[in-house]
């Protein structure tokens, strides 16, 4: 404002109002916040210490010691007696430092999700296994799918009557001699629920001779894998998918290589920029992305009226894609795209 802005182009700058600067500065002087020094009186809802003792005497006595507030204020309100809400039960408790964790189970812990970030294909892969009906209710054939997440690619795939650590260490086997994964030139991340063919010592150990970082999702935590989770609901919801049971072993391999072709060849994938999978794998999305960029800007130059001020679609694909990311990751990937 000194140099001859305006008091409300300012403001409006700051995302403040002109009565909160009113109030800040008198004259030429930012006045101190009093506010903390000022005489307050006390909420008239607030329990007196007399009433927040008698709720920590109920609860340390030798009737309620074991239960929870959950349980303790519906037992006295049967009774007659109302000391206070669950909620208060709870803060008054904390207040006196008597909130933790009691019983023999082990304190529940927060697990951060394991992140890894892939700038290239072949360095994170995805993998699970799900049932594909057979002809016998009740039983299924299984189909065991590993995803590239930078590229959405298939990268392997099999279909088995059973579900084994034998059978998901033979495929990663050949999964990466098929796409040259070497620990040292080119080391890999393989990313998986915790099932026990994921966990079985047979593939634990192929992986450790292959050199491959194991990665496994939180127990009880389906959101850690969305990779896979995300082509299965593709494979089964797409109108392709047969709406009676196969009817054996060859059938469901035969249409599942028929999908795993058309996922990666033919399938726009929406996370790519509705690129193929496959085009996103071999490299040629820079090519691909240049036509499209020259496309809408001739568009725009024949129109320029449809667009006005707008810049044409943004076609720019991220150069790295994250399993899992972190709340500050996530932020910065907003804000580039």
């Known amino acids: 404002m000194k140099d001859g802005a305006r008091q409300s182009k300012a403001c409006g700058a700051l995302g403040l109002s002109e009565r909160t600067i009113q109030r800040w500065v008198k004259g030429d002087d930012v006045l101190p916040d009093n506010r903390k020094n000022d005489n ?22 030798e009737r309620f010691n074991s239960l929870p507030p959950s349980q303790i204020v519906p037992i006295l309100a049967d009774e007659g007696e109302y000391l206070g809400s669950e909620r208060t039960f709870y803060r008054v408790l904390h207040k006196r430092g008597q909130q933790h964790h009691r019983g023999h189970s082990a304190k529940p812990a927060r697990r951060k999700p394991t992140s890894y970030c892939a700038t290239g294909p072949n360095q994170v892969w995805s993998w699970d296994i799900t049932f594909l009906r057979s002809p016998v209710r009740g039983q299924f054939f299984y189909l ?19 579900e084994s650590a034998e059978h998901a260490s033979q495929m990663i086997t050949k999964a990466c001699l098929r796409h040259g994964i070497s620990a040292i030139k080119t080391p890999l991340v393989l990313h998986s629920d915790n099932g026990s063919a994921m966990k079985g010592g047979t593939m634990l150990s192929t992986l450790q001779r292959l050199g491959v970082t194991s990665s496994f999702s939180r127990p009880r935590v389906s959101d850690d894998n969305p990779y896979a989770e995300a082509i299965f609901r593709t494979l089964k919801y797409r109108p392709g998918y047969p709406s009676k049971p ?11 290589q028929d999908f795993t072709r058309w996922y990666n060849e033919e399938h726009r994938h929406s996370g790519i920029k509705f690129l193929a999978p496959g085009q996103r794998h071999r490299g040629e999305t820079r090519a691909l992305m240049d036509n499209r960029k020259e496309v809408y800007a001739l568009a725009k130059e024949l129109h320029p009226e449809r667009w006005g ?9 991220a150069d790295e894609v994250w399993l899992n990311p972190d709340k500050c990751t996530a932020e910065q990937l907003n804000k580039v795209a």
């Open 40 to 61: 307050r009186p006390e909420p008239t809802n607030k329990f007196s210490e007399t009433e927040e003792q008698a709720i920590i005497d109920v609860c340390n006595s």
């Open 144 to 162: 065991y799918l590993v995803i590239d997440i930078y590229s959405r690619m298939v990268v392997a795939w099999e279909v088995h009557e059973n």
């Open 246 to 256: 196969f009817s054996d072993l060859g059938a469901a391999r035969r249409w599942v």
């Open 309 to 317: 001020k707008r810049e044409t679609r943004n076609w720019e694909l």
